[in-house]
């Protein structure tokens, strides 16, 4: 399975959306308390051991408050950090710097810690053949964002969406009537490019899909001794995905299953945030 290439041609639109969600009318106190001929200088730090991402969303985030942002010694996304590194530096009008720092820093901080997250779970792999994949579990709007930040923490992308490959669903089995019958139906109009995968939950299940030749079956929310069952049915034959609760303290005991590949809803849906901060001080 491919990492899809990173590409976010509505960045600025999402970055406008988050400054008009929490500037609505205007910052109240930064227009009260802050003259608006000072400068300021700004350091972001880790508190914390990360993964960095999100920096193009935390540069848009100045860039579109003011052209007299200047931010330098930017850590590039997928740059590790410890507590007390620095980020990044900024320098502009002071009043500008405490209007965008919120939301910049909800970017980072979310971003970076789905990528340490990531970076977290693709450690415990390391030793075995299971490849780390994301799921549509995301924040509406932000997928292509927490997408990349998978994959700056060391996992790959599954689909994108709906659009670019087909899974077939237990609830599209039921309304086709059998595994058998939904595949060779998609089979039937699917592109030559874009694969098939199909979702079995038993190993009766596992052996309809087998015969029908898909591309991937997922297995979901098998136990592990169901998961070395279905890897010895598949003996190779079709690519093998492990889903559903998967912790970082299971992980490696479904990966020594020997499936193909393991996917992890908690990568996007259950990311903390991690520590980071901007400490702001006049010129």
């Known amino acids: 399975m491919d990492s899809i290439p990173f590409s976010h041609p509505g960045l600025d639109d999402l970055v406008r959306c988050a400054l008009a969600e929490d500037i609505g009318s205007g910052d109240i106190t930064t227009g009260i308390l802050i003259d608006a001929a000072s400068r300021g200088r700004a350091r972001v730090t880790a508190k914390e051991e990360l993964i960095l ?17 200047t931010i330098t010694s930017l850590k590039p996304d ?3 950090a410890r507590g007390g590194d620095t980020v990044c530096e900024l320098e502009g009008a002071y009043a500008t710097l405490l209007t965008g720092e919120r939301t910049a820093l909800n970017f980072l901080q979310h ?8 970076h977290r779970f693709a450690e415990k792999l390391t030793p ?12 509406p709007g932000l997928r292509v964002l927490e997408k990349e930040a998978v994959r700056l923490g060391g996992g790959t992308n599954h689909r994108m969406g709906l659009f670019d490959a087909v899974l077939i669903k237990e609830n599209h089995i039921a309304a086709r009537g059998s595994i058998t019958r939904a595949v060779e139906a998609v089979s039937r ?13 038993t190993i009766d299940e596992l052996k309809e899909a087998l015969a029908a030749k898909p591309d991937l079956i997922m297995l979901d929310n098998m136990g592990i001794d169901e998961m070395i069952e279905a890897v ?9 995905e492990a889903s559903g609760n998967v912790t970082l303290d299971s992980i490696e005991q479904i ?6 590949y393991i996917s992890v809803g908690a990568l996007t849906h259950s990311a903390r945030a991690v520590d980071l901060s901007m400490i702001i001080e006049p010129v």
């Open 255 to 260: 990966a020594a299953t020997g499936v193909d």
């Open 78 to 80: 997928g740059t590790a």
């Open 232 to 240: 010895a049915a598949a003996a190779g034959a079709v690519p093998l």
């Open 128 to 139: 075995y053949k299971a490849v780390l994949l994301d799921t549509r579990k995301t924040t």
């Open 189 to 201: 109009i699917k592109s030559p490019h874009m694969h098939i995968e199909v979702e079995v939950q």
């Open 53 to 69: 991402a999100g920096t193009s969303a935390f540069q848009r985030v100045f860039a579109l408050l003011s052209d007299d942002v």
């Open 111 to 118: 971003l970076s810690g789905i990528a340490t997250r990531a």
